[in-house]
């Protein structure tokens, strides 16, 4: 079982930035590929990036790359997620998500645990 709490979240002006945090408990962290997905209101809930075990290696949708990055410190059992030039559209629950996924790290249902979510609101 492992255990995840997103904190960070909150309301910001269009262009500014937020940093997400993912703490995660129980299992061996570093097995694990982590990703942040979000949900708008009357969306279905969609990838935003993911990183594997090592860290080694990064995965963004197209629309945050260049302006989000993920990172990870398995000695802190933390994932961050750093968000620049914030536009209204990325507007959303923000959900971390820890799962032993080689493949195809877009799709929800490979990752096995989840966070509550945390509230991200970019005003125009």
């Known amino acids: 079982q492992v255990q995840l709490v997103e904190s960070g979240g909150g309301l910001v002006q269009a262009g500014g930035s937020l940093r997400l945090s993912c703490a995660a408990s129980?299992?061996?962290?570093?097995?694990?590929?982590m990703g942040w997905f979000r949900q708008a209101p009357g969306k279905e809930r969609e990838f935003v990036t993911a990183?594997?075990?090592?860290?080694?290696?990064?995965y963004y949708a197209d629309s945050v790359k260049g302006r989000f990055t993920i990172s990870r410190d398995n000695a802190k059992n933390t994932v961050y997620l750093q968000m620049n030039s914030l536009k209204p559209e990325d507007t959303a629950v923000y959900y971390c998500?820890?799962?032993?996924?080689?493949?195809?790290?877009?799709?929800?249902?490979?990752?096995?645990?989840w966070g509550q979510g945390t509230q991200v609101t970019v005003s125009s």
């Open positions: 998500a820890a799962g032993k996924v080689r493949f195809n790290l877009v799709r929800t249902e490979l990752y096995d645990y």
């Open positions: 129980g299992r061996t962290f570093s097995d694990y590929t």
């Open positions: 990183v594997t075990g090592s860290g080694g290696s990064t």
